[in-house]
């Protein structure tokens, strides 16, 4: 699978390239939202892992941006952010998440919940 | 037409408004109400227009020329100029729950019954003849349409049975329900009705005289050619510019125009667009005066009918019959409104301030009535409204052909603008007192009276007159100049005392402290419960005061079960009292009740002031409380960043044995990298809570900011080595001549917050940051300037704030958010500046001026 991870955090971006390589997933990263959005239009990864706060674009515009790219393509998104309140959980998925994951995360936790994604996917 | 068809339509048009009154009841008790609304309240104020408008400005044209147009201008300049004054007016007497002008003056004046007493017999003195007046337009249009002539005894006087009829009318729907807070729906509603009424007549005969019969408004006048007194001719604009001060003044205390406009107006909104709908009513009713009195004065004037009648001698002339009705009817509701709402309010004001307080200072009289005060009020108000009914009527039988319409009405408006001086200086001037509020009323009342009537009684007051004015201006202006002469002198002079001066205050500033009058309450002393529920249950019933006090004890979280009631529930009983039957007795029933502590006026002022500041500092708080809300969540939201990757690296360690030695490194550098982060975070928000608190002592000394520069940039070189960042240090006298006063540590850490800043803006590689250091005569600044993407002008503002990182573009200018706020708080206590100069895309470059230290 082909993955996009985007945060402004590099120790996350770090920890998440490596689960995520370590998932024999194939990773793309980005440090910005505009960076994102290059590297998804030229990969179209399968899932998209956006943090919310980041520099140029916010996770949500990149995730609209995704999902309105192209009729055939429907990337899933996570959202990982450190805005936990109920009502931002809420507008993450107003916007189009397919799953949010509150900073901080449990590896094993994450890892899980995205290869379920993953497989429900597939089918 | 016919004496008893004439009568029994007169009488029918009075029962037709009665179930339009009835109906408004209705649609009341409904919530509907029909009367709360402006246009309805603008045509309601138009009961200023009485029989005197009506027939009496035409009557004028002929002998008196244009004056009639002061007495339109007065009061339509006072709507559409003096609105504010008016919105005073209403809001005091809605907090004060005042129904009557007499009410307001005294309630101002510390509640001083001897004045409210004066009020209300001036008012009352004024009114007969003005009621008397109306009660006479109506028996000689009567007479004129059904070309009889008036009866010798009044009681074979046809005409007398109008008069039966509508002081009936009066009784039915006058005294039933007179608190303020209830307002008098069906009342107003006819009221509005026959202005609607009297409009359309007056309109009716004015385009049929104009355009009917003559070729335009023009042709009526070129048909005849009578050359109208001007202005010159009559008096001179002297005279006609009293009369209109005259008129704008005397609107608002006419007792009938009073209570419409300050007592019945449903919301204060009202008023905004009242301000033009009653100008353009004034406009309209006025619009044919001209053509109907030249007119008049053509076809009517050798026949030898009284001028006063032109507006329905006119039609009866032209034979025509309907138009004649409409006529008379149009002044029927013109007079028979002015009389209605005249003897409704001059009632409610001698039951107010002279038979209540009486019968309340009688002893026993209370402890005997208490149950039935509500019904002895309405039945002395009844009483009230029969008496002056009947005083109007003989005064008209009396003086029939004495006077003719608008010398009655304008002497009446020479006096209750005796009221105006108390009036206007007691809502907008602290110091004006009781004693001189009474000195200036009955000053002015004497002199007018004495200008106005000596001369009937064959006295020549000539001494006194004015070389070009008329009685009416002459008294207007002697009597006006003494009045508020007296009234200021006596203010002056006299002191105040303490409810006086409280009354004052609440009056003069009503808007700053109205919602506190509400809720405070201003009164010490102790009363009974029980007596309380007495005293109110005989006016509102058993259910309505258990009601009543019970919204009150619920809004200020009061005991109803205790003996003695809290200090609130007595100010609001007396409230709720003053509506019924005035203040004075309200403070005649409330005392028979209690027992009282006088409080000065400084302690109702501290009270006053108290509440509103903790209103004030109850805003603050709440502000305070969302800055410190919204601080927690960045802080914490600040902290979940390396929480999140420390946690995330370490279990990686813990899972994965297999990972290689050198990831294995980079992890923990950066874990140790993310608790650093962690551990400063955590410091600089304790500093800036520190600083905030004022709790950071600062270590003064002489300081060379050339040394301070030199010892961040020990600190710093390293990380721009590693960010590939260039610094470039201009320092071009590397040692200033002159030193601050000042903390090195805390200006080191200044300069380091600013780098660190300028570094994260800056692109890696291309980044260079220019640190300057120079003097002018009185400050010694640093600047920092980066050419990274700068920030935008917008956001220079609150850059400084906690947390502030300018979220658009989402770039992160402050690495916590906070390091900006410190800095400033630490050049702020050394008396300095620090300011930002910056656009998107051309660098940053932050100013420091710090203050050189003044050699001894």
């Known amino acids: 699978m082909r993955i996009l991870i ?118 | 037409m016919g004496v008893w068809e004439i009568a029994f339509l007169s009488i029918a048009y009075l029962g037709i408004l009665f179930l339009l009154a009835f109906w408004a009841e209705k649609k009341k008790a ?105 009660l006479k337009a109506i028996a000689q249009s009567f007479d004129l349409i059904t070309q009889s002539t008036p009866s010798a005894t009044f ?70 050619t009578i050359s109208l007194p001007s202005i010159e001719t009559n008096g001179g604009y002297g005279n006609w510019f009293i009369q209109f001060i005259l008129c704008g003044i005397a609107f608002l205390f006419l007792p009938r125009v009073f209570h419409v406009a300050v007592v019945e107006i449903g919301e ?71 009389v209605i709402m005249e003897t409704m309010a001059i009632s409610s004001m ?84 009781r004693q001189g509020a009474l000195t200036g009323i009955l000053t002015g009342f004497i002199i007018s009276a004495a200008l106005l009537f000596l001369p009937n009684l064959g006295i020549s007051t000539d001494v006194f007159r004015i070389e070009g004015l008329n009685p009416v201006s002459n008294a207007t ?112 029933i409330i005392s028979a009740i209690s027992k009282e502590e006088q409080i000065g006026m400084s302690e109702v002022i501290l009270l006053l002031q108290k509440s509103r500041d903790l209103q004030a500092s109850n805003a603050e708080l709440v502000k305070i409380d969302a800055q410190k809300n919204e601080f927690l969540t960045t802080v914490t939201h600040e902290i979940r960043s390396p929480i999140t990757s420390i946690r995330s690296l370490s279990e990686i360690m813990v899972e994965h044995e297999d990972i290689s030695q050198e990831e294995r490194k980079t992890f923990l550098e950066t874990i140790i990298q993310e608790s650093d982060r962690l551990s400063r975070l955590v410091n600089q928000v304790l500093d800036l809570e520190k600083l905030a608190a004022g709790k950071v002592n600062f270590d003064m000394h002489s300081v060379d900011l050339g040394a301070v520069i030199e010892k961040a940039m020990m600190n710093f070189t390293a990380i721009a080595q590693q960010n590939q960042v260039g610094i470039q240090v201009d320092v071009s006298q590397k040692r200033t001549q002159r030193q601050i006063h000042g903390d090195f540590e805390k200006l080191v850490q200044v300069i380091i917050n600013l780098l660190s800043n300028a570094i994260k803006n800056v692109e890696p590689s291309k980044g260079i940051i220019q640190v300057r250091l120079y003097e002018n005569a009185t400050h010694i600044c640093i600047d920092v300037e980066d050419n990274g993407i700068g920030i935008d002008p917008k956001y220079h503002d609150q850059i400084f704030e906690k947390f502030k990182q300018v979220d658009n573009p989402n770039r992160k200018i402050d690495s916590s958010g906070l390091g900006l706020s410190i800095s400033k708080k630490i050049i702020e206590m050394h008396q300095g500046t620090i300011h930002l100069e910056s656009s998107l895309g051309h660098g940053a470059k932050f100013i420091l001026k710090l203050p050189i230290q003044k050699t001894a």
């Open chain 2, 30 to 134: 409904q919530n509907k109400s029909l009367i709360n609304n402006p246009l309805i309240y603008a045509l309601s104020l138009a009961i200023y227009c009485s029989a005197w408008t009506y027939y009496g400005s035409v009557g004028q044209i002929t002998s008196n020329g244009l004056s009639f147009l002061s007495v339109y201008l007065g009061p339509t300049l006072v709507m559409i100029l003096a609105w504010g004054f008016v919105r005073k007016m209403v809001r005091i007497a809605k907090i004060h729950n005042i129904t009557n002008i007499a009410d307001f003056i005294s309630t101002r004046y510390g509640k001083d019954s001897r004045i409210g007493l004066g009020v209300t017999l001036i008012s009352l003195f004024a009114g007969i003849p003005y009621i008397g007046l109306q």
């Open chain 2, 477 to 588: 202006y002697w009597s006006i100049t003494f009045n508020v002469l007296a009234l200021y002198a006596v203010s002056i002079t006299s002191k105040q005392n303490g409810k006086d001066a409280n009354q004052s205050y609440l009056f003069v500033d009503v808007f700053e402290y109205s919602k506190n009058i509400e809720n405070s309450t201003i009164w010490r002393g102790k009363a009974r419960l029980r007596d309380l529920r007495q005293a109110l249950s005989g006016f509102i019933g058993k259910i309505n005061t258990e009601q009543r006090l019970k919204q009150i004890a619920k809004a200020n979280n009061l005991s109803l079960s205790e003996t003695y009631a809290d200090p609130i529930l007595v100010t609001q009983t007396e409230k709720i009292l003053a509506g019924f039957v005035g203040s004075t007795s309200a403070r005649l």
């Open chain 1, 6 to 123: 985007a945060d402004d955090e590099p120790a996350i971006l770090m920890s998440l390239d490596f689960l995520m390589r370590k998932e024999g997933h194939q990773v793309f990263v980005a440090r910005d939202g505009e960076e994102a959005i290059q590297l998804i239009e030229k990969e179209l990864p399968e899932v998209i892992i956006l943090d919310i706060m980041m520099p140029k674009i916010d996770g949500y515009g990149v995730c609209q941006q995704a999902k309105a790219l192209k009729t055939t393509y429907q990337p899933a998104v996570v959202f990982i952010s450190a805005k936990i309140a109920e009502s931002d959980i809420e507008k993450g998925y107003e916007m189009g998440a397919d799953l949010y994951i509150p900073k901080p995360f449990s590896n094993r936790d994450l890892v899980k919940k995205i290869n379920e994604l993953y497989e429900k996917l597939k089918n």
């Open chain 2, 350 to 433: 001698i039951s107010n301030n002279l038979i209540m307080p009486l019968l309340l200072r009688q002893k026993g009289f209370f402890s005997d009535n208490q149950n039935q005060l509500g019904s002895i009020n309405q039945n002395i108000r009844r009483i009230m409204i029969v008496v002056i009914m009947i005083l109007g009527y003989v005064h008209y039988r009396e003086t029939e052909s004495l006077v003719n319409l608008v010398s009655v009405g304008m002497t009446s408006f020479v006096i209750v603008a005796q009221f105006a001086p108390a009036t206007i200086l007691g809502i907008y001037w602290k110091k004006a007192s």
């Open chain 2, 268 to 338: 204060e909104e009202n008023l905004k667009q009242a301000s033009w709908i009653f100008p353009l009513y004034m406009l309209l009713i006025n619009i044919f005066v001209i053509p109907l009195g030249i007119a008049g004065y053509a076809l009517l004037n050798s026949s030898g009918l009284n001028s006063d009648l032109y507006v329905l001698g006119l039609p009866i002339h032209f034979h025509s019959k309907l138009l004649a009705f409409i006529v008379y009817l149009g002044g029927f509701s013109a007079a028979s409104g002015m």
């Open chain 2, 155 to 224: 009681y074979q006087d046809p005409s007398f049975l109008l008069f039966i009829s509508l002081t009936l009318f009066i009784l039915v729907l006058g005294p039933r329900r007179f608190d303020s807070s209830e307002k008098h729906e069906g009342m107003i509603f006819t009221i509005a009705m026959e202005s609607i009424i009297k409009l359309v007549a007056f309109l009716a005969i004015g385009i049929y005289i104009s355009y009917q019969i003559y070729q335009g408004w023009e042709g009526t006048l070129q048909l005849h």
